[in-house]
């Protein structure tokens, strides 16, 4: 079964730090682009963060560019997100999700998993 | 960063009525477009990529078209478990972004 696991979220401080973690099964996952997508409590999707196979191309949104770095272990199936010095803001659900094999560019999110919370707050 | 707007915000429909679901692109993205469903506590699901194409195991009520700035979701015959938030999301250009969805509730 294709899956994908994330885990380490919590409760964290305001300029602190924490690490996300998701797990990969079921598919060949050196062969993906890899991604995070974020969603606030009631509010809508946010792309965070997109990593390619070979983690040759790395991509940020504004809103977390030198906060935030997105790493994969190919070896391990495992995508990762350090959050260094988040904020109030940042406080969302996360997801990672698969990006569709494409010619060009990154494909859509065909796969995701379920979501880790994160909460910012003193 | 190309922003997606959703129209409308909410569409009240009633089961085995047809929906229809815009997302308006502030520049072309071609046909790199996506459209997500997402029900409540749960992770969305990819329901068509690049405009027009159904993703695996998607039911063929749920229709895309669409290209360049202008795009629609059609669901036809709506089934109880088609309620839920809708978002649409380009990937032409960096940041990828998302629509802000739309909310399709039951009449």
């Known amino acids: 079964e294709v899956q994908l696991v994330e885990s380490g979220g919590g409760l964290v401080k305001p300029g602190g730090s924490l690490r996300l973690s998701c797990a990969a099964s079921?598919?060949?996952?050196?062969?993906?682009?890899m991604n995070w997508v974020r969603q606030a409590p009631g509010k809508g999707l946010e792309w965070v963060s997109s990593?390619?196979?070979?983690?040759?191309?790395?991509f940020y949104a504004d809103s977390v560019k030198g906060r935030f770095t997105i790493s994969r272990d190919n070896a391990k199936n495992s995508l990762s997100l350090q959050m260094n010095s988040p904020r109030a803001e940042d406080t969302a659900v996360y997801y990672c999700?698969?990006?569709?094999?494409?010619?060009?560019?990154?494909?859509?999110?065909?796969?995701w998993g379920q979501g880790t919370m994160v909460t910012v707050s003193s | 960063e190309i922003v997606l707007t959703q129209s409308p915000a909410t569409l009240s429909l009633s089961p085995g009525e047809s929906a229809t679901l815009s997302c308006r692109a502030s520049?072309?993205?071609?046909?790199?477009l996506a459209w997500y469903q997402q029900k409540p506590g749960q992770a969305p699901r990819l329901l068509i990529y690049?405009?027009?194409n159904r993703a695996t195991g998607i039911p063929a009520r749920f229709s895309g078209s669409g290209s360049g700035t202008d795009f629609t979701l059609t669901i036809s015959s709506l089934e109880p478990e088609d309620f839920a938030v809708y978002y649409c999301?380009?990937?032409?250009?960096?940041?990828?972004?998302f629509g802000q969805g739309t909310r399709l509730e039951i009449k």
């Open positions: 079921g598919f060949t996952f050196s062969s993906y682009t």
């Open positions: 690049d405009a027009s």
């Open positions: 999301q380009q990937r032409a250009n960096w940041p990828i972004t």
């Open positions: 520049q072309s993205v071609s046909s790199y």
């Open positions: 999700a698969r990006a569709r094999i494409e010619s060009l560019g990154t494909g859509a999110f065909d796969i």
């Open positions: 990593i390619t196979s070979s983690s040759d191309y790395i």
